[in-house]
Nanobody, 126 residues
Framework: EVQLVESGGGLVQPGGSLRLSCAAA????????MYWVRQALGKGREWVST????????YYVDSVKGRFTISRDNAKNTVYLHMNSLKLEDTAVYYC???????????????????WGQGTQVTVSS
């Protein structure tokens, strides 16, 4: 059974940092591309970042470039999203997604062979 479990979300002040983790099981993690997608309340899902199966290449939505870093540890079957200089507009539920191939950059992965976690809430507020 495929499992993706996100953790690390929470409440943080503007300018603060968080590190999200996504622990994977039930598939060959090291062969999969990994994604972070977010959804703010009342809005659609937004692609945030992508990382290749071996740790590269990496891609980011323009709004997080220079602030967020995606990484992975294939020995631990875990992908991370390091978030710095957080802004109010980063408030959202963050999902990790696993897929067997690169989905077009900038788009939210869709399809039966893309697996989603349950999400973790990130709230940026003063």
């Amino acid at each position: 059974e495929v499992q993706l479990v996100e953790s690390g979300g929470g409440l943080v002040q503007p300018g603060g940092s968080l590190r999200l983790s996504c622990a994977a099981a039930g598939f060959t993690f090291s062969s999969y591309w990994m994604y972070w997608v977010r959804q703010a309340l009342g809005k659609g899902r937004e692609w945030v970042s992508t990382i290749g199966s071996n740790g590269g290449p990496t891609y980011y939505v323009d709004s997080v470039k220079g602030r967020f870093t995606i990484s992975r540890d294939n020995a631990k079957n875990t992908v991370y999203l390091h978030m710095n200089s957080l802004k109010l507009e980063d408030t959202a539920v963050y999902y990790c997604v696993a897929g067997p191939r690169l989905y077009p950059v900038g788009f939210v992965p869709r399809g039966a062979d893309y697996y989603w976690g349950q999400g973790t809430q990130v709230t940026v507020s003063s």
